[in-house]
């Protein structure tokens, strides 16, 4: 099936610091989002992409649909202790890929750590 | 926005026992959710897709028989993990699609199987 290959999968960085983490795919994806998960929570959407080469912004966080349709990047700036979490990012393949109607696949997710 | 409710969000049982996961959405009619499992430092892997009104579609290599999953309302949709062993221990999350490519998650479930 679909895979997203996500990475890095951790990072340690200062608090005040840029942080930038990206997606990417061997296959086409209909759809880009970007989830943050925190310890015994579920994950909760950041931003979401629809169209290729979309770019977003949600206050310190900036996400782009690459051109190609195969890879997204998130950035966030400026970092602050409560961005600590897992984030993770999705999206959806094309209808006649295989994947089931209006599934998402997940990458493996980037665990932020920050410190103060 | 679009809330789900997801209960219990821990629970310990004994092996051989059955537990019930219940997700609901709050203020919108779900007519798709979907049962994550997801362990440790691991992502989140789909277990089935219900639809309100119809049966399940289980992902490959899940079994249908040890996870009940029942949608029989718009607002309501269980897991039921029947005969459960400590390997089903794990974190299950829900999702409930609230628009064309737009969903919403559950908080999760811990479940420990002693």
């Known amino acids: 099936g679909q895979q997203l290959n996500q990475s890095p999968q951790s990072m340690f960085i200062q608090e005040g610091e840029d942080v930038s983490m990206n997606c990417t795919s061997s296959?086409?994806?209909?759809?880009w989002l970007w989830y943050k998960q925190e310890p015994g929570e579920g994950p909760v959407l950041l931003i979401a992409?629809?169209?290729?080469?979309e770019l977003t912004s949600n206050g310190r966080l900036t996400a782009q649909f690459g051109i190609t349709r195969k890879d997204s990047f998130l950035n966030i700036s400026a970092s602050i202790p409560s961005d600590v979490g897992i984030y993770f990012c999705?999206?959806?393949?094309?209808?006649?890929?295989?994947?089931?109607?209006?599934?998402?696949?997940f990458g493996k997710g980037t665990k932020l750590s920050v410190i103060p | 926005g679009a809330v789900v409710s997801q209960h219990p969000s821990r629970v310990i049982c004994k092996s051989g026992t059955s537990v019930k996961i219940e997700c609901r959405s709050l203020?919108?009619?779900?007519?798709?959710m979907f049962w994550y499992r997801q362990f440790p430092k691991q992502s989140l892997m789909l277990m089935a897709t219900?639809?309100?009104?119809?049966?399940?579609?289980?992902e490959q290599g899940v079994e249908k028989d040890k996870f009940l999953i029942n949608h029989a309302s718009l607002t309501l949709s269980t897991l039921t993990v029947t005969s459960a062993h400590p390997e089903d221990s794990s974190f299950y999350i829900c999702s409930a699609r609230v628009s064309k490519y737009g969903y919403t998650f559950g908080s999760g479930t811990r479940l420990t199987v002693v």
């Open positions: 999705a999206g959806h393949p094309p209808p006649n890929s295989g994947a089931g109607s209006y599934q998402l696949t």
């Open positions: 992409l629809y169209k290729a080469g």
């Open positions: 203020d919108f009619q779900a007519t798709t």
């Open positions: 219900s639809n309100e009104g119809s049966k399940a579609t289980y």
């Open positions: 296959s086409i994806f209909n759809t």
